[in-house]
Antibody, heavy 123, light 110 residues
Framework: EVQLVESGGGWVQPGRSLRLSCSASGFTFDDYAMHWVRQVPGKGLEWVSSVSWDSDTVGYAGSVKGRFTISRDNAKNSLYLQMNSLRTEDTAFYYC????????????????WGKGTTVTVSS | QSALTQPASVSGSPGQSITISCTGTSSDVAGYNLVSWYQQHPGKAPNLIIYGVHDRPSGVSDRFSGSKSGYTASLTISGLQAEDEAEYFCLSYSSSTTYVFGTGTKVTVL
């Protein structure tokens, strides 16, 4: 079964850091680009970041650029999101999602999603 | 463009057809055939139901269909069933923000 499982969420104070992980199973992880998407409670979804299969190409939303870093370890079938200088407005449910292609900027949709992990930034 | 505009809620009786709209701009929906749709039941992961405006992934019911006209993409659910009660949201490529999501629509089966 194709599956993505996020972990690493929790409560953190503004200005601190948190690292999210996404464990993939049921498919060949390095055949696909990957994404992070977040959803603020009661609001819509927001694309956060993407990485190509080989980590050569990455992209970030303007709201997180310079603070968040996406990475992946194909040997461990894992995707990561290092979140630094967290702000209260980063409070959201964070999803890991798979791109149908190995490279970015081709299909522009996500074909498999995880169930997400909650990040709360508050003092 | 901060988000594509969707109606907050749409309802219908079993067996009926309903349509959910997703309105954008020339920088996203109108400019490219790169609209996808997702279904999300409470507490579950989102599920892709339409990509490339009107293509269905294998395994998705043909009761779901997508279309686009100008600035608005649409998702139609035919033969509405109780299991279709969920949140639906659209996603489009955007030349300004790369990806832009819709505001989400709650579908209620009466």
């Amino acid at each position: 079964e194709v599956q993505l499982v996020e972990s690493g969420g929790g409560w953190v104070q503004p200005g601190r850091s948190l690292r999210l992980s996404c464990s993939a199973s049921g498919f060949t992880f390095d055949d696909y680009a990957m994404h992070w998407v977040r959803q603020v409670p009661g609001k819509g979804l927001e694309w956060v970041s993407s990485v190509s299969w080989d980590s050569d190409t990455v992209g970030y939303a303007g709201s997180v650029k310079g603070r968040f870093t996406i990475s992946r370890d194909n040997a461990k079938n894992s995707l990561y999101l290092q979140m630094n200088s967290l702000r209260t407005e980063d409070t959201a449910f964070y999803y890991c999602a798979r791109d149908p292609s190995p490279n970015l900027y081709r299909d522009y949709y996500m074909d498999v999603w995880g169930k997400g992990t909650t990040v709360t930034v508050s003092s | 463009q901060s988000a594509l505009t969707q109606p907050a809620s749409v309802s219908g009786s079993p067996g009926q057809s309903i349509t959910i709209s997703c309105t954008g701009t020339s920088s996203d929906v109108a400019g490219y055939n790169l609209v996808s749709w997702y279904q999300q039941h409470p507490g579950k992961a989102p599920n892709l139901i339409i990509y490339g405006v009107h293509d269905r992934p294998s395994g998705v019911s043909d009761r779901f269909s997508g279309s686009k006209s100008g600035y608005t993409a649409s998702l139609t659910i035919s033969g509405l069933q109780a299991e279709d009660e969920a949140e639906y949201f659209c996603l489009s490529y955007s030349s300004s923000t790369t990806y832009v999501f819709g505001t989400g629509t709650k579908v209620t089966v009466l």
